[in-house]
T-cell receptor, first 114, second 113 residues
Framework: EAQVTQNPRYLITVTGKKLTVTCSQN?????MSWYRQDPGLGLRQIYY???????DKGDVPEGYKVSRKEKRNFPLILESPSPNQTSLYFC?????????????FGPGTRLTVL | SQQGEEDPQALSIQEGENATMNCSYK?????LQWYRQNSGRGLVHLIL?????REKHSGRLRVTLDTSKKSSSLLITASRAADTASYFC?????????????FGSGTRLLVRP
């Protein structure tokens, strides 16, 4: 089954404790992206990757890091989480490198930073 | 940056009625997409309409695009309780979004049984 998976689905952590949210897709998509969703603000892009070893900032990259060492994986790293990073996070992937095509979303990771 | 803005923010209708949601955007685009999100879950792609298309259908969904007015509408006909969800438009390939989609803040649709 074609899908995007994220782990963990729920995470409660404390300020400053480094964490990683994993994202994996099995569709051989070139483009992958991370979004955060906050009430009233819709989805905002954090980082995206057009292909292996090619990443770039989205609209809200501060406090986040990403890497793309393999085509299928695109982990999101919070080196020192803060309460304003409490949010619902989605990973997505799409065919091609433009990011303009139909995107396939993961189920989401609900993060709470205390 | 926020490109697409949906209207209304919330919509409540009776089962069987039609639901219409609108999306306006600011810059030129390559395509416009509509997504659906059930509460707290991942978004699901519904339909993509390209800038050279004016109307597109998929089952009970009808999407129109007016590039001169920079607006799009999503019509769901004969709505069902299961259509209750949030609906988002997203624009791609515009001046501000050459390598990404930009999502609006969504319309919350409630279909009452």
């Amino acid at each position: 089954e074609a899908q995007v998976t994220q782990n963990p689905r729920y995470l409660i952590t404390v300020t400053g404790k480094k964490l990683t949210v994993t994202c994996s897709q099995n569709m051989n998509h070139e483009y992958m992206s991370w979004y955060r969703q906050d009430p009233g603000l819709g989805l905002r892009q954090i980082y995206y990757s057009m292909n292996v070893e090619v990443t770039d900032k989205g609209d809200v990259p501060e406090g986040y890091k990403v890497s793309r060492k393999e085509k299928r994986n695109f982990p999101l790293i919070l080196e020192s989480p803060s309460p304003n990073q409490t949010s619902l996070y989605f990973c997505a992937s799409t065919i091609g490198t433009s990011g303009n095509n139909e995107q396939f979303f993961g189920p989401g990771t609900r993060l709470t930073v205390l | 940056s926020q490109q697409g803005e949906e209207d209304p923010q919330a919509l409540s209708i009776q089962e069987g009625e039609n639901a219409t949601m609108n999306c306006s955007y600011k810059t030129s685009i390559n395509n416009l997409q509509w997504y659906r999100q059930n509460s707290g879950r991942g978004l699901v792609h519904l339909i993509l309409i390209r800038s050279n298309e004016r109307e597109k259908h998929s089952g009970r969904l009808r999407v129109t695009l007016d590039t001169s007015k920079k607006s799009s509408s999503l019509l769901i006909t004969a709505s069902r309780a299961a259509d209750t969800a949030s609906y988002f438009c997203a624009t791609g390939g515009g001046m501000d979004s050459s390598y990404k989609l930009i999502f609006g803040s969504g319309t919350r649709l409630l279909v009452r049984p």
